[in-house]
């Protein structure tokens, strides 16, 4: 995960947990609301200046944003370990050809279950 895409996910879960628009923290924070909306998407960066803006708009220390976004990020780079270590470990048990890598669950195994005689609750007809 970017920092970018950190900052402005952390910002608009704090806009939306007050309940305010995008126009009304653009407003205060004096920045366009597209802009505001760019960065909150992680699609532009946001200037020291500008956070401070945006961090007093919606009544924030930029510490604490900044402590938020860090422990976010520190999170998803240990959930990204670990799926490494699920995929390493999964391929090195033979699951390479048929392995759906991202989950680590073999896509190529098939369990086929009789049919008919074999169960006695089937009817025959």
Do not use: F, W
Not at 60 to 71: A, E, F, I, R, Y
Not at 93 to 112: F, K, N, W
């Amino acid at each position: 995960m970017l920092l970018r895409d950190a900052l402005g996910e952390t910002l608009r879960d704090a806009r939306n947990s007050q309940n305010r628009t995008l126009r009304d923290v653009s407003t205060a924070a004096n920045v366009s609301l597209g802009y505001l909306s760019e960065v909150e998407r992680g699609r532009k960066e946001a200037s020291s200046e500008l956070l401070a803006s945006i961090c007093d708009a919606l009544d924030l220390q930029m510490s604490d944003v900044l402590d938020t976004v860090s422990q976010n990020l520190r999170t998803d780079s240990r959930i990204a370990a670990a799926k490494s270590r699920v995929i390493e470990n999964s391929s090195k048990r033979g699951m390479g050809s048929g392995a759906d890598h991202r989950s680590g669950i073999e896509t190529s195994l098939r369990i086929v279950l009789p049919y008919g005689a074999g169960r006695p609750e089937a009817s025959v007809a």
